[in-house]
């Protein structure tokens, strides 16, 4: 996948050896919809390319939220305040580690905070976070 390609090659100065790569989750609903979690898939394939271990289910959104779509900076970040947490049975798996973050595109930030909040809540040593794409304010 060229845009892992990408990724790993921009990822690597902040690389550590214990490293584990997960996306930022969907709600099951969503997932059903759209039939494929485009986070994950880029969250594998820069994994693999870096040889670290990948968990696609680290992080989960037990509540369907509505879409953030034509939110504001704040509303998105009120909306989604604890609306990711570490999956109940892979919670284990993030104490002391560091964990890098995956998502397709930033827009606000607030979906990879709360998702940072969660890793840290699960007591990650450190969180980092890589995104493909990241939405530029309006001029």
Known sequence: ???AKWMSAAVRPI????????PVPLHWRRMLARR???SAL???ALAEDLALECCPDLLVRPHHRQSTEGLGFR???DSLSGAI????????????????LVDDV????ATL???THACLAARAREVHVMTLARVAKDA
């Open 1 to 3: 996948m060229p845009a």
């Open 15 to 22: 690389l550590r050896k214990d490293m584990l790569v997960a």
């Open 36 to 38: 494929f979690n485009q």
């Open 42 to 44: 880029l969250a594998k």
């Open 75 to 77: 509303e998105r970040f």
């Open 85 to 100: 947490e570490p999956h109940p049975r892979r919670r284990h798996r993030v104490a002391g580690r560091a964990i890098l």
């Open 106 to 109: 930033m827009t606000s930030g």
């Open 113 to 115: 905070s709360a998702a």
